[in-house]
């Protein structure tokens, strides 16, 4: 069965410092991949997504992801955090055969020290 | 523009009762799907609809039942309510396609944070 793993349910990074978070699938079909951000009591935002064009994607507020088909792997990353990239973020795919419904990983919070 | 808005914001329920939750599409959005989010876990798909049919569903009971009206806008009905669908509810709509593209961005609304008791 295709499933989504995070690896890590809360990082830690200080201010400045390289935000990376980790998304692994499992799918024997090409999946289109996507990271969204959820803030506290709000829901969920598209922070870029994947869909077969260029590997490396760019999204909003600095950050992005690349696609390795043979790590079978998204990871999302921002070169230097900020206090306000302190959320939850979901890494989400969704298969040719599931029409566009969302398959979600089980989160990982992320919190910014000053 | 308005974005998708959900109601209510909040909703206590005792064990058995019945509820029903509401959601308005991003303007211009004709596909509505919904997902449940357990506190700590990410979100889980329920069921999507289109054309004020039920188009896809995913691993809930028959307890969980839809609707969309003409106007696109959607419900959630939840039947015998159980201590364990305590969750986030949330709705998101995506573009007009006519058949669904796999790449479809799906938008967001803040979600109903339903409490049984």
């Known amino acids: 069965a295709q499933s989504v793993t995070q690896l890590g349910s809360h990082v830690s990074v200080s201010e400045g410092a390289l935000v990376l978070l980790r998304c692994n699938y499992s799918?024997?079909?090409?999946?289109?991949l996507f990271w969204y951000v959820q803030y506290p009591n709000q829901g969920l935002q598209l922070l870029l997504k994947?869909?077969?064009?260029?590997?490396l994607v760019k999204g909003i507020n600095g950050f992005e992801a690349e696609f390795k088909k043979s790590e079978t792997s998204f990871h999302l990353t921002k070169p230097s955090a900020h206090m306000s990239d302190a959320a939850e973020y979901f890494c989400a795919v969704s298969w040719e055969a599931a029409g566009n419904k969302l398959t979600f990983g089980g989160g990982t919070r992320v919190l910014v020290k000053p | 523009d308005a974005g998708v808005t959900q109601s209510p914001t909040h909703l206590i329920k005792t064990r058995g009762q019945q509820v029903t939750l509401r959601c308005s599409p991003k303007?211009?959005?004709?596909?509505v799907s919904w997902y449940q989010q357990a506190l700590g876990q990410g979100p889980q798909f329920i069921f999507q609809?289109?054309?004020?049919?039920?188009?896809q569903r995913g691993n809930f009971p028959d307890r969980f039942s839809g609707h969309q009206f003409p106007n696109y806008s959607s419900e959630l009905n939840v039947n015998a309510l159980l201590l364990g669908d305590s969750a986030l509810y949330l709705c998101a709509s995506s573009e007009p396609s006519g058949r669904a593209k796999i790449a479809d961005t799906q938008y967001f609304g803040p979600g109903t944070r339903l409490t049984v008791l």
């Open positions: 799918s024997s079909v090409p999946p289109y």
């Open positions: 303007s211009g959005h004709d596909t």
């Open positions: 609809y289109y054309e004020e049919e039920e188009r």
């Open positions: 994947y869909t077969s064009a260029a590997t």
